[in-house]
């Protein structure tokens, strides 16, 4: 039974609980249960498109921001705020690359490999589409301020749509823990910086407990605001697919909204009749924070239609906590142990018939480079993806005919020290270091043979 008339409504999603909030509150947890919260809509009171191909009109009218921003030109499926309180910096203007070179290089059918660069995005990763949303949601309910915990891409997303409406923003971040690109950008935008001596979910617990206590308006994936816009990336792999669902969806995992976005996209799109099948979803941990390929491949963790053993992951999280667990990798976008967004997850592993990889930091960064070499870049934690799906492949669980989009979720000039590491200290398969010469035509050309 829904109880709100209007086109959207906050819900909780422990099917025991269902409890409603209206969509101009801001919770981020459900204030009956402390399950997370969904987004759900009233579909009969919309006026969805016929058919996906219609959003693609939109192209005509672009010099109308919400035509042109690539999350508000899908805004019938997050139809949860008025116009005139959505947020646009012209984030989601994003490509799906075709690449049979690096389709060639990993064995795949040529015209079957697909790079869905979110990088190209105004603060340079996917969490910009989760701004837009999350932000007209901060603006319809009059938010003051606002905070995030953060890896790095989120704090600086948040800073920039933060200063776009003029409300003040905080984020915090793990020392030490954070790409010198991200962090060069929070300062830049005029985010308050706050170092917490700790790892990312240090800084996740702080930041909820400092939102409640000071009422600033929350910007971390659990805010289901922000999900509502991430499902967007998938309506545009869908569009460079010529309207066409992929048979496989491989992205990274960190806190996990990503995939759980994704999947929402799905059932919706499903449930909508805008699509017949749902692809199958791969998610890639790294082996230095692989909770969620623990939790489902060794601990046998799953949706089981909402009725999720909780004690299953509490029971690793306190062994997490007894051996004083801290999680490392070099994709520091993903060194998360403590995802917020597990349940919605394995909700769209069930949708999705999803499966979960672990890769480790040596794979993550061969792939990388061939993701460069071949394609336009990416930070490592998007290069998780070419690296699990190297291993799926190897695995015959992808096949080679099989149409598949990975997620590259961050520009590469976000981690250069990754970067430059791996090529100047020839620390990989593609390492491509600098040349030393002294300044001397014929020595240079000599080293140039
Ligand atoms: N890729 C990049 C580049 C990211 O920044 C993140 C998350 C992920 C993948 C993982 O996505 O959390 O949806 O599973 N970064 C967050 C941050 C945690 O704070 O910037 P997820």
Known sequence: MNKFSGNAHIECINPQCQAQYDVNETIFKCSKCGDLLDIKYNWNKIAVP????????????????????????????????????????????????????????????????????????????????????????????????????????????????AHSIGIKCTVFIGSGRIAYGKLS?????????????????????????????????????????????????????????????????IVPGGNLGNSSAFGKAFAELKELGLINRVPRMAIINASGADTLAELVNKRGLKWNGGSVEEKIYRDYYAELTARNFSPHTCASAIEISRPVNLKKCLRAIDVCSGIVRAVPDEQIVDAKALIGKYGLGCEPASAATIAGLKVLLAEKIVRPDETVACVLTGHCLKDPTVTVEYHRDKKGLFSNPPIEANNDIDEIIRLMQ
């Not at 790079?115 to 989760?130: A, H, M, R, T, V």
């Not at 909820?208 to 967007?232: A, D, I």
């Open 50 to 161: 016929a058919k996906m191909s219609d959003f693609g009109k939109r192209w005509a009218s672009r010099n109308n921001a919400l035509d042109f921003s690539g999350v508000w030109r899908f805004r019938e499926l997050l139809n949860f705020c008025p116009d005139e309180h959505k947020v646009t910096l012209c984030e989601g203007q994003t490509i799906l690359q075709k690449n049979d070179m690096l389709a060639e290089y990993l064995g795949i059918k040529k015209g079957r490999l697909h790079l869905q660069y979110e990088g190209l995005n105004p603060s340079g990763s996917f969490k910009d589409n989760g701004m837009a949303a999350a932000f007209s949601h901060a603006k319809m309910t009059g938010a003051k301020s606002c905070a995030c915990a953060s890896t790095g891409n989120t704090s600086a997303a948040v800073a920039l749509y």
């Open 185 to 249: 950008q929070a300062m830049d935008y005029g985010a308050q910086t706050i170092q917490i001596r700790g790892d990312f979910d240090d800084c996740m617990k702080q930041v909820q407990s400092v939102c409640t206590k000071l009422n600033m308006y929350l910007l971390n994936s659990l805010n289901p605001f922000r999900l509502e816009g991430q499902k967007t990336i998938m309506y545009r792999i869908m569009e460079g697919l010529g309207w066409n669902v992929p048979d496989w969806i």
